[in-house]
């Protein structure tokens, strides 16, 4: 199994309408058959504002089916949108 964490740093201009959006055009991902775990979080309040805003975590089978899902029209469209939004990104995947 991979797990598949991207975090995501947010605009401040409009960053509560963002979070919203960025909730609601997640929840398209789920509609691709190679995740097998699906979360989308918020950084919680009271915590350092060095934190990332939001984050994707997310398992598949295989780095294979992880990378089908990273050229499926869905994540295109997500990432084009997040790309617009964002001021910094990190990624991990990790086998477990």
């Known amino acids: 199994m991979i797990r598949h964490i991207c975090m995501f740093t ?3 201009e409009n960053k509560e309408a963002t979070i919203t959006t960025f909730f609601e055009r997640a929840q398209k991902l789920r509609e691709i058959e ?3 775990k699906f979360e989308v979080v918020q950084n919680a ?3 350092p504002a060095s934190n990332y805003d939001v ?3 997310f398992d598949f089978d295989s780095v294979e089916t992880l990378d089908q899902y990273q ?7 997500f990432g ?3 790309s617009s ?4 990104r990190a990624c991990i995947d990790y086998e477990f």
């Open 10 to 12: 947010l605009k401040e």
């Open 34 to 36: 190679f995740i097998k």
């Open 45 to 47: 309040e009271k915590t």
């Open 55 to 57: 984050a994707l975590i």
């Open 71 to 77: 050229k499926s029209p869905q994540h295109i469209e």
């Open 80 to 82: 084009e949108f997040v």
């Open 85 to 88: 939004v964002r001021v910094n």
